[in-house]
């Protein structure tokens, strides 16, 4: 049995995946969507924990993060952007969650 996850984007992630240019915004979202098929997500091959934020992990493609919380059975995405900027505000994230 294959255990998927249902990806649930944050309000503001939302406005900040429609930021992106729009081959971009195609390819996270296709990676976000497979992230959400893997057995357990955060442990899918392009995820990474985020180091002191405790239950928070990041997908990439080349410069693009999403920010990712597992809350089963959702995939949450709190925080989507370029990576010189998606780190800006790291440790206010937890507050998407609520």
């Known amino acids: ?5 249902e990806p649930m984007l944050h309000t503001t992630a939302q406005r ?3 930021a992106l240019e729009p ?9 976000i969507k497979e992230v959400a098929t ?3 997500p ?3 091959e392009k995820a990474k924990s ?3 934020q405790p239950g928070l992990f ?5 410069d693009m993060r999403a920010v990712l919380h597992l809350d089963k059975p959702t995939l949450k995405v709190i925080k989507i952007g370029y990576r010189r900027g998606v780190y800006s505000d790291v440790d206010d994230l937890h507050k998407r969650l609520a």
């Open 50 to 52: 985020l180091e002191g």
């Open 16 to 18: 900040e995946l429609n």
């Open 42 to 44: 955060s442990r899918h």
């Open 58 to 62: 990041r997908v990439r493609i080349r």
């Open 38 to 40: 893997h057995e357990e």
């Open 23 to 31: 081959d971009d915004k195609d390819e996270l979202t296709d990676l």
């Open 1 to 5: 049995m294959v255990t998927t996850y």
